[in-house]
C-alpha cells in the first residue's frame, strides 16, 4: 500500500500561489486557523488579505512554515485541489458532477419557528434560535457571535458574546 505523500504546503506557497494571484476570498481562515498569531488580515480599502506580521522572512515566508507547521494551507479553500483527498477520506468515494458544493445526506432549507428571531436572525435565524435554545435549557452559558460593527450598517463583523 502506497503511504500518502506527506503535506508540507505553508504560507509561502499559500502567499504565492493564492494571495498574490488574485485568488484569495478574503475568508481569512488562514487567519483564523494560524496557531502561532503571525497572520493578520488587511481590510483597509475593501480588499481583505491576509498578511504576515513577522518581517524577518519578508512578507512571503514564515519561520513556522519552515519548521512545519501547514495549518494555513490546510484552511485555504482556494488552495490547490484538496477537495478529493477529504472527500475520499471522510466518505470513501470521489464527488459526483452533481456534487459541486460536495457530498450531503441531505440538504435542507430551515428557519426559525420564531417570527420575530426568524425575522432579526441572519438568513432566517435558525442560528440564533439554536444558541437561545441551548441557554435556555443549560447547554451553555454563553455562545461567541459576531455583531455589525458600529451603527449596525456596516457590513464590518465584531466578535462578540450573548
Not at 27 to 39: E, K, M, Q, R, S
Not at 99 to 121: N, Q, R, T
Not at 123 to 146: F, K, N, R, T
Amino acid at each position: 500500500m502506497a503511504t500518502a505523500e506527506k503535506w508540507t504546503a505553508h504560507w509561502k506557497h499559500l502567499y504565492d500561489e493564492v494571495v498574490t494571484s488574485g485568488l484569495c476570498t478574503g475568508c481569512a481562515g488562514c487567519v483564523v486557523a494560524c496557531p502561532y498569531d503571525v497572520l493578520n488580515y488587511d481590510d483597509r480599502e475593501g480588499v481583505y488579505k491576509p498578511f504576515h506580521i513577522e518581517e524577518e522572512l519578508g512578507p512571503g515566508n514564515c519561520g513556522h512554515g519552515e519548521k512545519g507547521c501547514t495549518y494555513c494551507t490546510r484552511a485555504c479553500p482556494r488552495f490547490r485541489a484538496w477537495e478529493p483527498e477529504i472527500d475520499n477520506f471522510l466518505f470513501g468515494r470521489a464527488r459526483l458532477p452533481e456534487e459541486v458544493d460536495g457530498i450531503s445526506k441531505d440538504i435542507v432549507l430551515l428557519k426559525a419557528a420564531d417570527p420575530e428571531i426568524a425575522e432579526k436572525g441572519q438568513d432566517g435565524g435558525l442560528v440564533s434560535a439554536i444558541l437561545i435554545w441551548a441557554m435556555e435549557h443549560g447547554y451553555i452559558d454563553a455562545a461567541l457571535v459576531s455583531y455589525l460593527e458600529g451603527d449596525g450598517t456596516s457590513w464590518k463583523a465584531i466578535p462578540g458574546v450573548a
